[in-house]
């Protein structure tokens, strides 16, 4: 066990449907970061919390909205999605943002976009 | 841009043989380096990393990576595989200037029993 946990793991929707994804941490970590894996491309950076502030949105359309209420919790909620964002969406966290913190990864949430 | 190469896509060997996939990173200051590893149906574990000192970095099950500054490159080798090395594992970077970290695509790799 990691100590980040993701919610749900598994989510089929449908392009006018909202949802949301959940990732909680129970690290003590000030930072936190949601990660995009689609199929044959590199890991891409979303969005970057440190201390429930955003530091980072790296050019993310604006269907994609995330909310770091508190340290311990990151949200990524979906509106209008396009088939082309289906993929593994990955949460993760570190002790802060210095760059010698080692992230630790939740498991994931596959979405699947129809 | 910075960028994070892996050779290899896809790996197939047998048991016992011995392993080294590849890494490079572009030149961008200085930098820390990483190996994960995704087992099927599990998440990302770390495998080792390199901050500072000593290049070459022993990591968990009996891996290890050697940080070639000159060759920008952060090659992970194992001597002897077993089956369960089967995994896909990913080489990452994280430039200190910036704090981003950036992977690579992956390495399937696929140990014949």
């Known amino acids: 066990e990691t100590g980040v946990t993701q919610t749900p793991r598994h989510l089929v929707m449908g392009m006018t449907n909202k949802k949301s994804l959940k990732c909680e941490q129970h690290?003590?970590?000030?930072?936190m970061y949601w990660y995009k894996q689609s199929a044959k491309k590199p890991l891409e950076l979303m969005f970057v919390y440190n201390f429930k502030e955003q530091t980072e949105n790296n050019s993310v359309p604006s269907r994609f909205s995330p909310e770091c209420p508190n340290s311990s919790h990151l949200f990524l909620h979906l509106h209008t999605l396009q088939p082309e964002d289906s993929a593994l969406y990955l949460c993760?966290?570190?002790?802060?943002?210095?760059?010698?913190?080692?992230?630790?990864f939740g498991p994931g949430t596959r979405l699947l976009v129809l | 841009a910075q960028s994070v190469s892996q050779h290899n896509h896809h790996v197939i060997l047998s048991e016992a043989a011995s392993l080294e996939l590849g890494c490079n990173y572009s030149y961008g200051g200085t930098v820390n380096l990483f190996w994960y590893v995704q087992y099927p149906g599990q998440h990302l574990q770390l495998l080792l990393k390199?901050?500072?000192?000593?290049?070459l970095v022993k990591g968990i099950k009996g891996f290890e990576a050697e940080f070639i500054k000159s060759k920008f490159s952060f090659n992970l080798r194992k001597p002897s595989v077993q089956w369960s090395d089967t995994a896909e594992y990913f080489c990452a970077v994280i430039y200190n200037r910036d704090d981003k970290i950036i992977f690579g695509k992956g390495t399937r790799l696929h140990i014949l029993p």
């Open positions: 993760a966290s570190s002790q802060d943002l210095s760059g010698s913190e080692t992230q630790y």
């Open positions: 690290l003590g970590h000030n930072a």
């Open positions: 390199y901050f500072s000192g000593d290049p």
